[in-house]
């Protein structure tokens, strides 16, 4: 039996442990502290406890100091293992360990990972814990077989991807950019489809606008004395929601979906009763723009449009960004990255992958903005952020299969 077959009846081995190990990190809350909760280190002290023995030539912490957390810094680890031969690239996979926080309709404990048929269920099981498991496992089994790889595996564990990156790989990039190099691979296992078809290689540009929309609060059986800044707001908010849509129309295939987005979505609650007119709205917009369109200008014309109407309907509007990402060129797809995972993605789930674009997000986009072009896969059911978040048990084995692959590649 040849060494990568080995390595690959050794993953379908893993089974229960894949499971076991998952359900001990997921049940660690690690959720940012703008979102109201204390950080990823203990999920990750964890991790580094359970995998301590699995054979990695080296375990660095390049920790982003943050007074907003218990330990005052949010951990990203490098686990690293060193390739049998010189003078090749290293390779890097990306995963993240915060989670966004669980929300309500979860129909059982989103701590507690729980299995129906061949489905796993839990806060993080898809988002971004099929990446952390999945590339850990791959590497074990390499390792455990007696295999090396030919490069160097860097399996960077990152914090803070869910609201920015500020404190995971911005943070790298800004402090600890000599790690990286131009021709270095850099996987991203955070999307994908739920056939493994998809490899990403492009971003649309990331809005988040936040819009008060001040009038002036009066008794609600009066509504002439005061300004109602709800009305306003929705009027305007659904007059915006058209226009966007109807100026920025270009459509292109590589994406999914192949258009620009524009979705107002968390409104802020105004006054609590009934009877009074709202002085004030907060609203927000999330938008995902194609690349060929200038973010900044359709921020210019969001507030130029704002102060048309405000002026019109004696409203003023306060709009400003909550997240301003400009899409970063898109990696090749004759990149070796893309060539290699759609090798193995071939060999393990037969299936052809393409290169394709998304609404954005990821770890990819930071690094192929700073100029690492990246590549992003997994074989997901493409459920995060929603309750009951589940991952099928058969992607974490097939996929812990296409990185064992690429780590041997
Ligand atoms: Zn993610």
Redesign the pocket.
């Given at each position: 039996m040849s060494i990568v077959d080995k390595v690959l009846k050794r993953i379908d081995g893993s089974r229960d442990e894949m499971i076991e190990f998952a359900s001990d990190i997921f049940s660690i809350p690690a959720i940012a502290p703008q979102s109201g909760g204390d950080g990823e280190m203990k999920k990750v002290q964890r991790i580094l406890e359970l995998v301590g023995d699995w054979g990695f030539d080296e375990v660095l912490w390049y920790n982003a100091p943050d007074n907003r957390v218990p330990e005052g810094e949010r951990p990203n680890l490098l686990l690293k293992v060193k390739g049998s031969k010189e003078g090749l690239e290293p390779l890097w996979v990306f995963a993240?360990t915060n989670v966004v926080p669980p929300g309500d309709k979860w129909t059982s404990d989103p701590w507690k990972l729980r299995i129906e048929g061949e489905r796993m269920i839990c806060r993080g099981v898809e988002?971004?814990g099929q990446a952390i498991v999945c590339s850990l496992f791959a590497l074990r089994a390499v390792l455990e077989e007696g295999g090396r790889p030919k490069r160097d595996i860097n399996i960077m564990l990152v914090a803070d991807?869910?609201v920015g990156s500020e404190k995971g790989i911005t943070y790298l990039l800004d402090h600890h950019g000599e790690l990286f190099g131009k021709d270095h691979l850099f996987l991203v296992p955070?999307?994908g489809e739920a056939d493994g078809s998809m490899i990403e290689v492009a971003e649309k540009s990331i809005v988040w606008l936040r819009i008060k929309t001040i009038g002036k609060t009066v008794h609600a059986s009066m509504p002439d004395k005061g300004i109602n800044a709800n009305l306003a707001a929705m009027r305007f908010l659904t007059m915006m929601y058209d226009e966007l849509h109807d100026r920025y129309p270009d459509r292109e295939d590589l994406f999914d979906p192949p258009i620009s987005t524009f979705e107002p979505t968390r409104r802020e609650a105004n006054v609590p009763n009934v009877n009074s007119i709202p002085g004030e709205d907060i609203s927000y917009y999330d938008c995902r723009i194609m690349p060929q369109y200038d973010p900044y200008e359709v921020l210019d014309h969001i507030r130029k449009r704002a102060n048309d109407f405000g002026a019109k309907h004696h409203v003023r509007f306060e709009i400003t960004t909550e997240q301003m990402e400009r899409a970063a060129p898109p990696t090749s797809a004759d990149h070796p990255i893309v060539k290699m995972i759609a090798r193995a993605v071939k060999e393990v789930y037969g299936v052809e992958a393409t290169a394709q674009g998304i609404g954005g997000?990821?770890c990819a986009a930071v690094l192929r903005r700073a100029g690492y072009p990246s590549a992003v896969w997994g074989k997901m059911e493409d459920c995060?952020h929603m309750p009951d978040e589940f991952a099928p048990i058969e992607n974490y084995i097939g996929d812990a299969k296409v990185f064992a692959r690429i780590f041997m590649s």
């Open positions: 993240h988002d971004n991807e869910e955070d999307a997000g990821t995060a």
